[in-house]
């Protein structure tokens, strides 16, 4: 294996993922590039069809404005998302994604995606923001648009980037392996568009034993956007801002439609709604405790309140919202009709995207009209794209962003030639599926520029490209060399496999970093012992084996997993605040304090010392 075959494509512009993002780039790059005579590549670590965060499908579009009809405006998106992250976050990135998102949703229309209508020809919408769509299809509909505009010939799919191909401080490609055939893969790219998504299995999920693996965020999303930015040098914003959703509990099904669209309470086992008993709680939390809706991690915060003093299980009331809806429709036999209705739109809710929830709901002979259904808090996640905010530093645009924030390019890291879109860029949260898709269009036009501005040929460092390959590949030579010492090959002296080394990982951050058995509680002392641990955790990442091409990737995706990790802890050790008391609590440290952490925490790791720094950096409002 060693000696596995090398293969070197050379492009212009190199898209990494295969995403919402990526897709929304593709079509948007493949546009300029045609009058440029550029070449654009994409390469996905699955296959573009069904890859990322939308595989399953959605059961609603969460970010559309709606300018045209006039109800809402750019700047009450972005006073939505400011308010639902208290606060932290770039208005001219947010701001860039919302005025541009609608045409992002009518072209999901136009290529075939069925977006729910009224009888007046209407948009259904799920709340103000959000539309209800049949998408159990939306990624195959979104894929074949990418994959029209770059042609077959530019995709590359069950390739798996490592990481960043670099000329001193200007990235120049990427670097990575097949995961089906025994190629190394080097892409020399002019510019790279990142958009390798979210991190999700960072932490112990709850799903453990016979449910492993099962999360809400897409599993194979392991932190490649993170650690592909990191290792470039990338200032990164945002590492403490982790989403933790609530979701149905064991089967993470989503409860949007059911607050929003069917206005359902959440109770607990006493039949309180914390909502309304725990409102006083809100007050500690103001300006941001006061805002109509309240924030997700508010709502999660009131909730978690009420598990910690033993007041579970936490019930979503699906037979009160349904009968409650059907009740309101006239006669006995409108309601029955109704029911009916409801009951059927609630089974698509969860068949469009979250199918092992209608799975579980049938496995316990759940009707959701007869009775309600567990949720509860999931286990934390790095998602830019949701309610999240982890990702790159990026350029704002150059029309809206104050001097401050803006480097030239929208949405290019702090990296030349590094873009980066969806959850890979930072502080610009509620972008969700179309704003994800926006933004790739917004960063690969920009790119598209920079590349037309930076057109020289890149230079190449040999030595580089082969350290790199030793370094990827060594897992595979650890197994050739050590796998006979044992006779299970999963217990051996010599290495660690990489299942055990994410339970690892998954253990010091549960334990030490505020995950789901700790109650999302942490402090100084325990972040300071995690980051110890993580230490030792990363020597022996060296030792990691791998016995095929699968396994190489679970090293890979697990090393990405533990950068993403040390970032995070770094950053919530850096904010002597609690912001956000239902993703993270800092125990020592439990108020918000607007006036010294009313900032964002960014940070770099600093490859020629390896070496990493944590900073603050103002926040610059551009909506009153
Ligand atoms: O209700 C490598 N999301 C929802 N968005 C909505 O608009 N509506 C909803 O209803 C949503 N809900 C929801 C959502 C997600 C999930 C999982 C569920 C429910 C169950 C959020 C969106 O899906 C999300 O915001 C976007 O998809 C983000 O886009 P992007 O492009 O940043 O990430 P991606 O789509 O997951 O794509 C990542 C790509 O990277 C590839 N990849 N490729 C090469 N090498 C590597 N090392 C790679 N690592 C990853 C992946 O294969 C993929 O192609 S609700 O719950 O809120
Ligand atoms: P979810 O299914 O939780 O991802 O929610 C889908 C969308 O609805 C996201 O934009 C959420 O922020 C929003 N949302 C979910 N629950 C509520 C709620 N109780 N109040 C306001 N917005 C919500």
Request: aromatic share 12%; hydrophobic share 40%.
């Amino acid at each position: 294996m060693a000696d596995m075959k090398t293969e070197v494509v050379e492009t212009d512009l190199l898209i990494v993922g295969g995403g919402m993002a990526a897709c929304g780039a593709a079509v948007e790059a493949a546009y300029w590039a045609k009058q440029h005579g550029l070449k654009v590549t994409l390469v996905d670590k699955a296959a573009v069809d069904r890859s990322g965060a939308v595989a399953m499908g959605l059961s609603a579009i969460n970010q559309y404005v709606g300018i045209k009809d006039g109800k809402n405006t750019v700047e009450d998106y972005v006073k939505y998302v400011r308010s639902d992250l208290m606060g932290i976050t770039r208005e001219d990135l947010v701001y860039n994604i919302a005025r541009h998102v609608d045409s992002t949703v009518h072209l999901f229309e136009k290529w075939g995606l069925p977006i729910w209508k009224d009888a007046e020809g209407n948009y259904v919408h799920e709340g103000r923001w959000q539309l209800m769509i049949n998408g159990e299809s939306y990624k195959v509909v979104v894929a074949e648009a990418a994959k029209n505009a770059l042609g077959a010939e530019n995709i590359y799919e069950r390739i798996f980037i490592v990481g960043p191909l670099m000329d001193g401080d200007v990235c120049v490609g990427a670097v990575g392996f097949s995961v089906r055939e025994e190629k190394f893969y080097i892409f020399k790219a002019k510019a790279v568009l990142v958009a390798m998504g979210g991190a999700v299995h960072v932490f112990k999920p709850r799903s453990s034993g016979e449910g492993l693996g099962r999360a809400w965020y897409p599993p194979w999303n392991s932190g490649s956007s993170a650690y592909f930015t990191l290792k470039a040098g990338a200032e990164m914003t945002c590492q403490e801002v982790r989403f933790i959703p609530v979701r149905f509990k064991d089967a993470y099904g989503p409860v949007g439609a059911w607050f929003l669209l069917f206005k359902s309470r959440a109770t607990n086992g006493m039949g309180g709604d914390y909502m309304a008993e725990r409102r006083d709680e809100l007050e500690k939390w103001v300006p941001y405790g006061k805002v109509k809706p309240v924030p997700a991690n508010l709502r999660n915060w009131l909730m978690m309140l009420d598990v910690m003093d033993g007041k579970g299980p936490i019930y979503m009331r699906t037979e009160e919202a349904i009968n409650k809806i059907a009740s309101e429709s006239g006669d006995e036999k409108a309601a029955k009709k109704k029911i009916k209705e409801l009951e059927g739109e609630a089974w698509e809710d969860f068949l469009d995207m979250t199918i092992s929830q209608a799975i579980l709901w049938a496995g316990t002979n759940t009707a959701p009209e007869e009775k309600p259904s567990e949720i509860a808090a999931a286990e934390p996640y790095f998602i830019g794209s949701h309610s999240g905010a982890s990702g790159a530093w990026v350029s704002g645009p150059k029309d809206l962003a104050p001097q401050e924030y803006f480097w030239g390019y929208a949405n290019m890291s702090t990296v030349p030639g590094i873009f980066c879109a969806g959850d890979a860029s930072g502080a610009s949260s509620h972008k969700f599926s179309s704003g994800s898709h926006a933004e790739g269009r917004i960063a690969a036009k920009a790119a598209i520029d920079y590349i037309m501005d930076h057109p020289d040929s890149r230079k190449y460092d040999q030595r580089q490209i082969d350290a790199l390959k030793a370094e990827i590949l060594k897992p595979l030579e650890m197994f050739e060399q050590f796998g006979k010492a044992s006779t299970d090959p999963e217990m051996n002296p010599n290495y660690i496999k990489p299942k055990m080394f994410m339970f690892r990982l998954q253990k010091i951050m549960d334990e030490y970093a505020g995950g789901v058995s700790s109650q999302f509680k942490t402090s100084k002392a325990l972040l300071e012992k995690g980051l110890d641990l993580l230490q030792y955790l990363k020597e022996d990442s060296a030792k990691l084996a791998a016995e095929d091409l699968h396994e190489l990737m679970r090293c890979w995706e697990n090393i990405h997993r533990m950068w993403q990790a040390e970032a995070h802890v770094r950053a919530i050790l850096f904010r002597e605040e609690t912001r956000w008391p239902g993703y993270y609590f800092r125990a020592d440290k439990p108020s918000m304090d607007e006036k010294d952490w009313k900032v964002f925490v960014n940070m770099k790791w600093i490859p020629k010392d390896n070496k990493w720094e944590v900073f603050s950096k103002p926040i610059i409002s551009i909506v009153n």
